[in-house]
């Protein structure tokens, strides 16, 4: 099992940037592969982004392509999303999840096996 803890959440206007962090602990080495997801109000939970252990795979939803950028830094074992040009429409709960599989189509499912406790993120129009 991995522990995972989000940080970076908060609110702020429309255009701006924020970063978040997901520090990670735990059977790290057999949930290579860490990523985002969000949940908006009254909405279900949706795939942003996930990158593979040593950084070159990412996969990104179409809605935040070119805005968002995942990374990693191993050596802390810590994931961040750099969001960029937010929009009202970025306003969720942001969930930082681990699991075996490399980024690609089957992240959206959303069957991984860590997930952290979320963090949020407002943003005013």
């Known amino acids: 099992q991995v522990q995972l803890h989000e940080s970076g959440g908060g609110l702020v206007q429309a255009g701006a940037s924020l970063r978040l962090s997901c520090a990670a602990s735990?059977?790290?080495?057999?949930?290579?592969?860490m990523g985002w997801f969000r949940q908006a109000p009254g909405k279900e939970r949706e795939f942003v982004a996930a990158i593979s252990r040593g950084g070159v795979v990412t996969y990104y939803a179409d809605s935040v392509k070119g805005r968002f950028t995942i990374s990693r830094d191993n050596a802390k074992a810590t994931v961040s999303l750099q969001m960029n040009s937010l929009k009202p429409e970025d306003t969720a709960v942001y969930y930082c999840?681990?699991?075996?599989?490399?980024?690609?189509?089957?992240?959206?499912?959303?069957?991984?096996?860590?997930w952290g406790q979320g963090t949020q993120v407002t943003v005013s129009s």
């Open positions: 999840a681990a699991d075996p599989k490399l980024p690609g189509p089957s992240w959206k499912s959303g069957d991984l096996n860590s």
């Open positions: 735990g059977r790290t080495f057999s949930n290579p592969t």
